[in-house]
């Protein structure tokens, strides 16, 4: 397993964070609303509301219709007013946020590292393993580093996300085609980077390495065999991982009804 200084979380987090934004601007837009807290009694005595109601309520797709350029200030200015997490904003400093989120996906799916894409993903602390006896195994503490993306999959509402995902769409399958897939459904590609996902193995025991120069190999052949997106994703350990693929499967089967 090859382990630099520096390990970038797994582009699925990407996915999440980047939709969960929307979110945020969808319920907070909602919430604004004066007509939502009225009472049944309110209502009933003033049937002419309800049509101002309904526009309201269809506000939350107005923002889906901005170009594909401008999504980048849309995301960034909605986490900066909504969300007390300094961490949110700061992972979303980049430009050309869709478009590397489509990109990451698709190498994903193809089980290629999303790094060049996502870099900016990375944890603050080192990889750490130690010794034990006569072999290396992978210090339990470098499982934490992954806890916050972890913590952020467990708390996404299922159906929001898919279906503020089904109305950004058009403009991720736009960035699709540019990519250089237009006769492509991303949702294919989604599907595809998830099942990826879905087949690391979560292993409870002590993960043994080989040590080589400048990195580390697993010590099993048969979780070295992973592809370069699967190992992003077992390096968060366990328990993460049973979080993460949890979401996940909840994910894809809304994606999929």
Do not use: C
């Amino acid at each position: 397993m090859e382990e630099k200084k520096k390990v970038i979380w797994t582009g699925i987090a990407f996915i999440l964070i980047v939709i969960a934004v929307i979110i945020i601007y969808f319920l907070a837009t909602h919430k604004k609303s004066p007509e939502v807290p009225e009472t049944p009694e309110v209502i009933e005595k003033k049937p002419m509301e309800l049509p101002e109601q309904e526009t309201v309520e269809e506000e939350p797709v107005e923002p889906i219709e901005i170009s594909l350029e401008e999504t980048d200030e849309f995301i960034r200015d909605n986490i900066k007013n909504m969300s007390s997490d300094p961490r949110l904003s700061e992972w979303l400093m980049t430009d050309h946020i869709i478009r590397k989120f489509v990109a990451a996906v698709d190498n994903i799916a193809h089980g290629l590292s999303p790094r060049k894409q996502i870099g900016f993903f990375e944890p603050k602390t080192e990889f750490l393993a130690k010794e034990k006896g006569e072999h290396t195994i992978v210090d339990e503490d470098s499982y934490k580093r992954y806890d916050p993306v972890a913590n952020t999959f467990d708390s996404i509402n299922t159906k929001e996300t898919i279906d503020l995902y089904q109305r950004f769409k058009p403009l991720i399958q736009k960035a699709y085609q540019e990519l250089g897939s237009p006769d492509k459904d991303f949702d294919e590609t989604l599907n595809r980077a998830i099942n990826e996902l879905l087949a690391v193995p979560v292993v409870e025991e002590e993960i043994m390495l080989i040590r080589k120069l400048k990195s580390f190999e697993l010590y099993d052949p048969e979780l070295e065999k992973m592809s370069q997106a699967q190992k992003h994703l077992f390096r968060m350990g366990p328990q993460n991982i049973k979080k993460i693929q949890h979401k996940l499967r909840e994910l894809q089967k809304q994606l999929n009804e």
